[in-house]
């Protein structure tokens, strides 16, 4: 392992008694520790903050309107726009994973931002200087009724500014994911764990990181948008491309006052270790063959951040403590450590940990599947209903900024107000994500019982609900952002082994990316089990002859079952024990 400079192997008694480990151990959420003297500070994780801003208007400037520009500039077909835009979302969610290992692998997190970046600002220049070719001038028009038989068709002539354009799309997909991947995590990485006082700035900071987010979401969508429809393409994509160099000019000036983390190699490779050694000793008996497993101790003077930890040892998935039984030949003399025989107490426990991790993600894939309505099929049914509100057309759509501001409401109402009513002690990071997973059941009823209010009045006298009447739903489904899209980032960081930081928090974001997969599938096999036989089915384009309330139900029954099996696993899920040595 890097940075270590001297290893002291350990006999670790298998029996030690669980008094005997908390009495050594610290709950990745803190206990009774000794204060440091030592305090972070505060300029960095402002910093982070609004560089996570910065970067989120960037990314929303060009990701809101692109499937428009491509239609109505590049003359792209909606089929192909759409789907397009598609691969290149899927683009930007999935190289978080790759920027994850890159961080804790090699890298670390400050290198991989700071190449993310000027990838990000490279693609960013390339988008706003390919909108500068005058299209309509050297391109002929595509619109079918104009078209000639005689003239030379557009896709083929604007094939090398496609080409142009699509390359920096990819480098900022490349960007976007790298600083999604380590962003968060090298923030994080600010706060000293063992400090009382930056144990609860720390867990604001990953609210107000979400809210940084959003901010983003929200300025592109208004300002950004209107200048790109209204102003010229070309002046919106500048904006964006402004907010990433601002971001990396800001990323590089405070170097000096960021504290950083030695990657501590591939951690991919210590996971197989860790099964190939359980499986070389698949004949052992753990409850009988020894007394002893093996660790070693690790002492620093490399001056990093932190201190290098051993993980306590737990009693489930036993199998695998084979692989830290040391057998005779393990202990001849002269015969160095074979990792692929024999591994460290502390590498078992983190392979156990992504084993035990593993349920709590699965559920976050579902709530985000439920989620996601907030995006499709919330809109669709606003869409139905009157959507004048004080005298003013209000888009459907606009109602997620209602959400936003919602989000925003419930940190300042639990950090505020519930916090110092229990006495300033926070509730736990897998009590905030149950109450998370229990909201988005009751928004999805809040729906449901909307649909069925809104077609009765539809099919009894003809006339339709306001708008105003989701904003309910809307404010439940904020409370479930809050309690568990936030708190899953901070519970995967924090329950993540030290070499596997990035990758946990980039797995937590990609529960996000496979919920809308899931809801896509989901209304795609709703759509063809419901229209068998030609029924209109659950989901038609008249929503006034289906029953879209039906479908709310379903996903109401989805999240109140993801809900039940959330309990079970959180409930059995044990809390990350690591040992500091210094």
């Known amino acids: 392992m890097e940075g270590v400079e001297e290893r002291r192997p350990l006999l670790i008694n298998r029996e030690e008694t669980n008094e005997s480990n908390q009495e050594k151990a610290v709950s990745c959420q803190g206990s009774d520790l000794e204060e440091p003297v030592a305090t972070s500070d505060w300029r960095v994780p402002a910093t982070i903050l609004g560089i996570e801003c910065l970067e989120s208007m960037a990314f929303n400037g060009i990701a809101t309107n692109l499937v428009v520009y491509l239609r109505t500039v590049l003359h792209d077909d909606n089929a192909s726009s759409a789907a397009k835009v598609s691969i290149w979302y899927g683009t930007s969610y999935f190289v978080p994973i790759v920027g994850a290992v890159l961080a804790d692998t090699w890298w670390g997190s400050y290198m991989t931002v700071m190449v993310s970046l000027i990838l990000y600002f490279l693609g960013m220049m390339g988008t706003t200087l390919s909108s500068l070719i005058p299209t309509a001038d050297l391109f002929p028009s595509c619109d079918d009724k104009d078209s000639d038989i005689t003239r030379t068709p557009c896709n083929a002539v604007s094939a090398p500014h496609k080409l142009e354009l699509y390359l920096c799309l990819f480098l900022i997909a490349l960007g976007c994911g790298g600083v999604r991947s380590s962003l968060l995590p090298f923030g994080a990485d600010q706060f000293i764990d063992t400090n009382h006082t930056d144990q609860p700035k720390k867990s604001s900071f990953f609210s107000w990181f979400y809210v940084c987010v959003i901010f983003g979401v929200i300025s592109s969508g208004t300002v950004v948008v209107w200048v790109q429809e209204n102003v010229s393409w070309s002046l919106g994509f500048a904006i964006s491309t402004f907010c990433v160099s601002l971001a990396l000019v800001w ?159 419930w940190v300042f109402f639990y950090n505020k107000v519930v916090v110092p009513t229990m006495g300033g002690v926070p509730l736990s990071q897998l009590q905030r994500i149950g109450i998370g997973r229990f909201l988005i059941v009751l928004a999805m009823s809040a729906a449901a019982v909307l649909e069925m ?82 029924e209109s089915g659950w989901l038609p384009n008249d929503l006034n002859k289906g029953h879209m309330d039906y479908y709310f139900w379903m996903m109401t029954a989805i999240s109140g079952l993801n809900f039940v099996l959330y309990i079970i696993f959180a409930r059995r899920y044990k809390l990350k024990e690591a040992i500091l040595t210094t």
């Open 251 to 409: 990323f590089l000036a405070c170097t000096a006052l960021y504290r950083r983390k030695v990657p501590s190699g591939s951690p991919l490779k210590s996971i197989c270790q860790v099964l190939v050694a359980s499986l070389r000793k698949i004949g052992l008996n753990v409850s009988k063959q020894g007394a002893s497993l093996f660790e070693v101790d690790y002492e620093s003077s490399n001056g990093e951040v932190g201190s290098l930890k051993r993980l306590a040892h737990t009693s489930d998935f036993r199998f695998l403590d084979k692989a830290a039984i040391m057998t005779d030949s393990d202990l001849e003399s002269n015969n160095p450590r074979n990792s692929w025989s024999l591994c460290t107490v502390t590498q078992v426990e983190e392979l156990k940990i992504l084993l035990r991790l593993a349920p709590i993600w699965a559920t976050g894939v579902l709530h985000s599947a439920a989620f996601s309505q907030m995006h499709t099929t919330f809109i669709q049914q606003g869409k139905s209903m009157d959507t004048t509100v004080l005298s003013f057309s209000v888009p459907a759509a606009s109602l997620y900024s209602f959400e936003v501001i919602c989000v925003v409401c």
């Open 453 to 534: 209010m809104r077609l009765e009045k539809f099919r009894n006298s003809g006339s339709v609900l306001n708008v105003t009447w989701q904003l309910p739903q809307y404010f439940i489904v904020a409370g479930s952002e809050f309690f568990s899209l936030i708190t899953q980032l901070e519970f995967f960081h924090g329950q993540a082994p030290d070499a596997l930081k990035n990758v946990c928090t980039a797995f937590a974001l990609l529960c996000i990316a496979l919920g809308n997969y899931l809801s896509s599938l989901i209304i795609t096999m709703v759509a063809l089990v419901t229209t068998k036989g030609g």
